[in-house]
């Protein structure tokens, strides 16, 4: 199958061109920039010299769409909605690691990604892309929604809790910590060498995209309306995000409980994996893996839960979970090209 790659000058696109690059029924056909038409790839990133060396060009929707069967758009927000509708009236499915095509309501997206948003026809037509949840709806669509790197981290987190009704749901702290590959390859003040080594930041109190995607899932999965405390931070290192969550518990369970609750519900979700009592993951552990590791924690003292849910923002945050909804929407296992073991050290 042939796909093409939309902003193919940022990180989440280099990442996707890394691992399609092993995929063994994908080749990436044509890569799209509007800022670097042009120019080859490797000019921009030497390491692929050799290895995938396309000239990227400026998107044209109809030459485009005789040349490929899906496209990928690793765009900023407020950019593929534009698009995405004209593929999918000509037939050609597309994934969006943006947030155009995420949230259901007008008013939330207005409020949080200062636009309009996409036509209610393909808002309707498109599925949230978190395939521990919505794989058979996966498999069927047409506009693929990919979800956000922090949501990722946190519904895996606390998914399994919702189900099992064994936490209150008016009382969710969400702490969260990003590396700065997170905040993307463009310039920034805040992620400048000398302000970001040896800091810590917390950023977006109160204002993060994030929050009305993780608030409609948990909305959807408890049957309620359900608000959340999400308190993002920077750290000085590359990849990675830990979600530590804290929520209370209805009545008294033990870790051990929880844990094999947490082992059970995803024991047929094989980029999930629910650490054993006592043991508790690190973002290291899951770095350029398409893993999410969870470790559990039941505080008989004080009646909490704590859940710690660690990924590669850019593998299962971004541009591998994009292709395991790829692999899920073409009838393939899931699993394929994505198996790549964590890098450790």
Request: proline share 4%; glycine share 8%; with cysteine.
């Given at each position: 199958?042939?796909v093409?790659?939309v902003?193919?000058?940022?990180?989440?696109?280099?990442?996707?061109?890394?691992?399609l690059n092993?995929?063994?029924?994908?080749?990436?056909e044509?890569?799209?920039?509007?800022?670097?038409?042009?120019?080859?790839?490797?000019?921009?990133?030497?390491?692929l010299?050799?290895?995938?060396?396309?000239?990227?060009?400026?998107?044209?929707?109809e030459?485009?769409?005789k040349?490929?069967?899906?496209?990928?758009f690793?765009?900023?927000?407020?950019?593929?909605?534009?698009?995405?509708?004209?593929?999918?009236?000509l037939?050609?499915?597309?994934?969006?690691?943006?947030?155009?095509?995420?949230?259901?309501?007008?008013?939330?997206?207005?409020?949080?990604?200062?636009d309009s948003?996409?036509?209610?026809?393909y808002?309707?037509?498109?599925?949230?892309?978190?395939?521990?949840?919505?794989?058979?709806?996966?498999?069927?669509?047409?506009?693929?929604?990919?979800?956000?790197?922090?949501?990722?981290?946190?519904?895996?987190?606390?998914?399994?809790?919702?189900k099992?009704?064994?936490?209150?749901q008016?009382?969710?702290?969400?702490?969260?910590?990003?590396?700065?590959?997170?905040a993307?390859?463009?310039?920034?003040?805040?992620?400048?060498?000398?302000?970001?080594?040896?800091?810590?930041?917390?950023?977006?109190?109160?204002?993060?995209?994030?929050?009305?995607?993780?608030?409609?899932?948990?909305t959807?999965?408890?049957?309620?309306?359900?608000?959340?405390?999400?308190?993002p931070?920077?750290?000085?290192?590359?990849?990675?995000?830990?979600?530590?969550?804290?929520?209370n518990?209805?009545?008294?369970?033990?870790?051990?409980e929880?844990?094999?609750l947490y082992?059970?519900?995803?024991?047929?979700h094989?980029?999930?994996?629910?650490?054993n009592?006592?043991?508790?993951p690190?973002?290291r552990?899951?770095?350029?893996?398409?893993?999410?590791?969870?470790g559990?924690f039941?505080?008989?003292?004080?009646?909490k839960?704590?859940?710690v849910s660690?990924?590669?923002?850019?593998?299962?945050?971004?541009?591998?979970?994009?292709?395991?909804n790829m692999?899920?929407?073409?009838?393939?296992?899931?699993?394929?090209?994505?198996?790549?073991?964590?890098?450790?050290?």
């Amino acid at each position: 199958m042939k796909v093409a790659i939309v902003g193919g000058t940022g990180y989440g696109a280099v990442e996707l061109i890394r691992l399609l690059n092993n995929h063994p029924h994908v080749t990436v056909e044509k890569i799209l920039s509007h800022s670097s038409s042009g120019t080859k790839l490797s000019e921009v990133y030497p390491h692929l010299s050799d290895i995938i060396d396309l000239e990227m060009d400026a998107l044209d929707v109809e030459a485009l769409s005789k040349q490929v069967d899906l496209v990928f758009f690793a765009t900023p927000s407020n950019i593929s909605k534009d698009y995405i509708p004209k593929f999918f009236e000509l037939g050609i499915r597309c994934i969006d690691l943006s947030g155009d095509f995420r949230l259901e309501d007008e008013a939330e997206y207005r409020l949080y990604y200062e636009d309009s948003l996409a036509d209610e026809k393909y808002i309707k037509e498109a599925v949230y892309g978190l395939p521990e949840i919505n794989k058979e709806k996966i498999k069927d669509t047409k506009i693929l929604a990919n979800p956000g790197c922090y949501p990722t981290a946190t519904l895996l987190g606390l998914l399994p809790a919702f189900k099992h009704d064994l936490v209150e749901q008016d009382n969710i702290i969400i702490d969260a910590k990003t590396g700065v590959s997170g905040a993307g390859r463009g310039l920034s003040l805040n992620v400048h060498f000398s302000e970001m080594n040896e800091n810590f930041k917390a950023y977006k109190l109160g204002s993060h995209k994030h929050i009305p995607e993780i608030e409609q899932e948990l909305t959807t999965a408890a049957g309620e309306t359900i608000q959340v405390t999400f308190t993002p931070h920077i750290v000085p290192m590359t990849r990675g995000i830990m979600s530590t969550i804290y929520v209370n518990l209805k009545e008294h369970h033990s870790s051990e409980e929880i844990i094999s609750l947490y082992q059970k519900y995803y024991k047929d979700h094989p980029f999930v994996r629910v650490r054993n009592e006592g043991i508790i993951p690190s973002t290291r552990e899951v770095y350029g893996s398409n893993y999410c590791d969870i470790g559990i924690f039941s505080d008989e003292r004080t009646g909490k839960l704590t859940i710690v849910s660690v990924i590669d923002n850019l593998v299962k945050g971004a541009s591998g979970q994009a292709i395991q909804n790829m692999n899920l929407m073409c009838g393939w296992d899931e699993t394929t090209g994505i198996t790549q073991l964590p890098i450790y050290p």
